[in-house]
């Protein structure tokens, strides 16, 4: 790293204005809110984890069902703060099972536009680009809605895979 006191210095300067505070604590009660209202509804299909924070990159939560499990696999809902649009990835629970899985999928239609395993993931779904943060319970429901149909989709296209 260059000079990380002009990092510091900047990174200090913003915090000070209030803008990012604001916005990264109520995305993620955004987030937090999502995850409950997901569970409300969904609780009988998923599992769901508690909310990890990255590195004010990346807010996310996990959820698996018996048949992912099984597999060592479980989905995330990843709010991705850089590009600020909602994903769905699919995770292995160790670094073998992912790189297993994206020898199966790298030619999937989620991953076939990579010539590389994504960093943290085995293939990644976008489900809102441009999120309205002015109309949570729209959003909400426009999320909770692709995240069903991205899932489904994908375990169903994981059991082609056995």
């Not at 510091?8 to 000070?16: D, F, N, T």
């Not at 703060?81 to 030619?107: A, C, D």
């Not at 989620?110 to 395993?117: A, G």
């Amino acid at each position: 790293m260059e000079n990380l006191n002009k990092y510091v210095s900047i990174y200090k300067e913003q915090l000070q204005k209030g803008d990012i505070l604001i916005a990264y604590n109520e995305l993620v009660k955004f987030t937090m809110r999502l995850r409950t209202d997901l569970i409300k509804s969904l609780s009988n299909q998923y599992s769901f984890a508690g909310i990890l924070h990255g590195y004010m990159d990346f807010t996310y939560f996990y959820y698996s069902n018996d048949f992912l499990k099984g597999k060592k696999l479980k989905f995330g809902v990843v709010l991705n703060h850089v590009e600020m649009r909602f994903e769905v990835w699919l995770l292995g629970n160790t670094i073998p099972i992912q790189e297993k899985y994206w020898e199966l999928s790298k030619n999937s239609k989620w991953n076939k536009d990579k010539t590389e395993m994504p960093k943290y993931s085995i293939l990644e779904a976008v489900l809102v680009t441009n999120p309205d943060f002015n109309n949570l319970d729209v959003l909400s429901k426009e999320i909770e809605e692709k995240m069903i149909i991205v899932s489904d989709e994908i375990i169903e296209y994981l059991k082609t895979l056995d």
